[in-house]
């Protein structure tokens, strides 16, 4: 059974820097970030390809994000920095059976739990 913790979260002003945690049991997997404010859709932030470890990002977190992944520990951070008001949200690490596409949540086939991540202006 595949099962997907995270840690990391919590309460930073706009400017700060948290660094999220994912760490996965039951497989080998690409890995995924996405992220759900209130009232909107969930949408991508940044994943990593395990067959070739291409990194990808959405625009919105490009230079101010990095996607890294410790297969020894079968882990997947998300380092954040410049942190805005905006990067708000309950933030979700996802892992797929290692397929081409990886930033479509489609693509998915596992989830966490979700991690609050608050920015305050």
């Known amino acids: 059974q595949v099962q997907l913790v995270e840690s990391g979260g919590g309460l930073v002003q706009a400017g700060g820097s948290l660094r999220l945690s994912c760490t996965a049991s039951?497989?080998?997997?690409?890995m995924g970030w996405f992220r759900q404010a209130p009232g909107k859709e969930r949408e991508f932030v940044s994943a990593i390809r395990r067959s070739d470890g291409l990194t990808y990002y959405t625009d919105s977190v490009k230079g101010r994000f990095t996607i890294s992944g410790d297969n020894a520990r079968k882990t997947v951070y998300l380092q954040m920095n410049s942190l805005k008001p905006e990067d708000t949200a309950v933030y979700y690490c996802?892992?797929?059976?290692?397929?081409?596409?990886?930033?479509?949540?489609?693509?998915?086939?596992?989830w966490g739990q979700g991690t609050q991540v608050t920015v305050s202006s």
């Open positions: 996802a892992a797929q059976e290692s397929r081409v596409e990886v930033t479509a949540i489609d693509e998915y086939d596992y």
């Open positions: 039951g497989g080998t997997f690409s």
